[in-house]
């Protein structure tokens, strides 16, 4: 039989996984001789022999391929034979552009935990201990493609036997670029027991993490915390808590099968879990927040801290209030020596910030809320080749993203841009991922608001600008990540976004056709007295939504004449304003210290309830829900009842205007859809009423998505 040749290249999170020595090691099995090598397109594999044989290697290269590896793309070409002679492993090419995407890092694999404590092993007890199944990856690459000496681990010369070991295609630590060893690695500055004894004696600890560092406290004491509140200036926000084990976390939580398989994925985010009620950890830890965020030990350094302390640690970012986490020796001495009283430092240098993700099960699937470790940068393959776009995020959850081809590529989470030093954080982020990629864009898209900070660095940048709608960039996200085109009905609710009148939307409707939108229903709009104030005091929107329902109350003469006047009084369709007013109404919350909190607490005082009761909010017209809320409030009813009742109103309307639109597949995105009971509830109503309903995995609902969207929509101009 004639004997063909296959060239193969695979694009995706494809190098740094094992991708080479598993090709390597399946076509020896098969006598197949050829080659294969890290390109900046992804991987190319060139493979020669017989019809059946190739077969057998193309099923068997899916089939089997590395765990961590995320294939978006392949294609196949048949050559004529070139009469290789064995198979072998090239070394990487950099001829192609550099859009093959890098790998996330990743938790510590199960074999390496092995090995960290098995005295017999030469990585026993080391805490840089990895290989090509885990350990760091984005947070360590300085170029495509990734090899060593396009990492920060290019200062460390590997010795003998990690030489060895990175050179046998049939080790597991074969190229596996941070590989490292007690006698040629990265060292700490002091002992893991050092820092076990300081969190014991209630101080706080800073140690530098896989993506910068992080602040720990003992959990379990309030003094502890309290302290690190007071020195971070976090007056409520909720801490994320790291646990040793997910018994543990089972002591302390509900946890369903879904979560425990989150907190153990190779992403390891923090997980945002039910609390089961068990004292031990310092209510101060989560504060008035509902839930607990709990992450399990992910890098080997994490594993021998809680395997010398054994108690749940408070585990939040290396920064004070409103800056970007710190990442390098000197400057977070400088930044946060007014808050730790130990520095636990290494010498592997980090190439960019990357912060811990953070997650929710929502409807038994992972929603991610903050996408950075573990996820970043993975790409969204899109259904069409986008133009070279660079999309510079919102101001609030920023992140930012490139429009390579058919591949949007996501930054890190950068955060809130209201401070010089965040705003620094996205210009390096932005200056970063041009490196990485050698990406010249065409155009930069932003947001429609003009005093955003992305906004204006966009409009300073010298590139063509491109501004899109913030709520047509949620839903462009949320389609893209669930390759939905043609025709579809957009849900957008949110707390706030910059609308084409003007005005301030948020509860917002749209018919998308073919990348065309169209403004199809919307909250009936209601006035903000203070502006900006009125989203941090629900109290302020309360007032409005009583005053325009014809509802008497009380209240300051000041706060009257604005509403009367319209004075600083601007007018919004916000569904995430709207619950800041009920919460205020039924005594949930007043304000909020942190965004979103009132809205939180109103989905938590549902409890367990079930009932199918809900207020009126025809045609979005919340007057006579108000109305209703109010009235159930001044007679005595249960809470958990006027919440519930409130959240299915809410689920109602949406499948009320899915119907009159008369579309099949629903898609919703927005900082609203983070709440769990509203996305079930209203996915169950579209499901029966015989819709597709589509929500977010691994694209943040909020506005941490919406450089996606942006992308999305500005390159297919």
């Known amino acids: 039989m004639d004997t063909e040749r296959l060239r193969i290249t695979l694009f995706g999170a494809v190098q740094g996984v094992g991708f080479r020595p598993f090709v390597y090691r399946l076509a020896a099995s098969l006598n197949l001789p ?57 070394s990487s090419t950099g001829e192609d552009p550099p859009t093959a995407a890098v790998l996330p890092d990743l938790a510590t694999c199960p074999q390496c935990r092995g090995e960290l404590f098995d005295p017999a092993d030469r990585r026993n007890l080391y805490p840089f201990i990895n290989c090509t199944r885990c350990g760091p990856r984005y947070s360590i690459i300085l ?44 060292r700490l500055n002091t002992t893991v027991e050092s820092a076990a004894c300081a969190l014991r004696d209630g101080l706080i600890v800073a140690l530098k993490g896989i993506g910068g560092y992080q602040l720990l406290a003992d959990a379990r004491q309030p003094g502890a ?33 879904a979560e425990a398989a989150l907190l153990q994925s190779p992403a390891a985010p923090i997980v945002l879990l039910r609390p089961a009620g068990r004292p031990g950890i310092a209510p101060n830890v989560a504060a008035s927040s509902p839930l607990l965020g709990i992450m399990l030990p992910y890098s080997p350094l994490h594993h021998l801290l809680m395997e010398a302390f054994r108690y749940p640690v408070v585990a939040t970012s290396g920064n004070r209030s409103d800056e970007p986490i710190a990442i390098e020796t000197g400057e977070a001495h400088a930044r946060l020596a007014g808050i730790a009283d130990l520095f636990v430092d290494h010498d592997r240098p980090i190439a960019r910030p990357c912060d811990d993700s953070v997650a929710r099960v929502i409807g038994r699937r992972e929603t991610v809320l903050r996408r950075a470790r573990g996820y970043a940068p993975l790409p969204v393959r899109v259904p069409k080749p986008l133009r070279r776009v660079l999309a510079v995020g919102g101001h609030l959850k920023n992140s930012i993203a490139i429009a390579a081809g058919r591949h949007v590529i996501l930054s890190q989470h ?19 991922l041009l490196r990485i990629y050698d990406f010249q864009p065409e155009l930069v898209a932003s947001d429609l608001h003009p005093d955003y900070a992305s906004t204006l660095w966009a409009e300073e940048s010298g590139l063509p600008a491109v501004r899109v709608q913030h709520h047509q960039a949620h839903l462009a996200a949320c389609a893209a990540e669930n390759d939905v085109e043609g025709e579809w009905l957009g849900v957008s609710w949110d707390g706030a976004g910059y609308g084409t009148d003007g005005t301030i939307w948020g509860g917002e409707f749209f018919m998308a056709r073919h990348g ?70 039924t005594g949930v919350a007043r304000e909020s210290r942190f965004e979103g909190q009132a809205a939180m607490l109103l989905e938590r005082a549902i409890g367990g309830v079930t009932t199918t009761g809900a207020y009126p909010l025809e045609h979005g017209d919340w007057r006579e829900l108000i109305r209703k809320v109010t009235a159930d409030v001044e007679a005595g009813v249960e809470l958990r009842l006027i919440a519930a009742r409130f959240h299915n109103a809410l689920a109602n309307w949406i499948v009320e205007v899915a119907g009159q639109a008369a579309i099949h597949r629903v898609v919703l995105s927005g900082g609203v859809f983070q709440n769990a009971y509203l996305v079930e509830r209203a996915t169950s109503l579209l499901e029966a009423a015989g819709h597709m309903v589509f929500t977010h995995q691994r694209i943040p609902p909020n506005d941490g998505g919406i450089a996606l969207g942006q992308a999305v929509i500005a390159g297919a101009l």
């Open 143 to 186: 170029d495509i493609p990734y090899d060593r000496h396009n990492t920060t681990m290019r200062g460390f010369a590997l010795c003998p036997e990690c030489e060895r070991q990175y050179a046998d295609p049939l080790d597991r630590r074969f190229h596996a670029q941070p590989l490292a060893c007690a006698a040629c690695g990265p």
């Open 414 to 432: 950068v955060g809130d841009l209201d401070t010089p030093e965040a705003r620094r954080a996205f210009e390096d982020a932005i200056a970063g």
């Open 516 to 585: 065309v939108f169209e403004r199809f229903a919307h909250l009936r709009p209601f006035r903000l007295p203070g502006g900006e104030a009125a989203f941090r005091e629900g109290w302020r929107p309360a007032a409005s939504l009583c005053r325009q329902a014809g509802i008497p109350r009380p209240v300051p003469n000041p706060l009257e004449q604005m509403l009367a006047k319209g004075i600083n009084s601007p007018y919004t369709s916000s569904v995430g304003r709207l619950f800041d007013g009920v919460a205020a109404l």
């Open 34 to 90: 050829g080659w294969v090598r890290n390109s900046g397109a992804g991987l190319e594999i060139e493979v020669e022999g017989q019809a059946g044989e190739l077969t057998r290697f193309l099923e068997r290269l899916d089939a089997e391929r590395p765990p961590a590896a995320v294939v978006l793309g392949r294609e196949i070409s048949r050559l004529a034979a070139a009469g290789f002679d064995q198979f072998r492993i090239c």
């Open 225 to 257: 915390v309290e302290q690190l509140r007071r020195r971070k200036h976090r007056e409520e926000k909720p801490f994320a808590v790291m646990m040793p084990s997910l018994a543990m976390v089972k002591e302390y939580c509900l946890v369903s099968a």
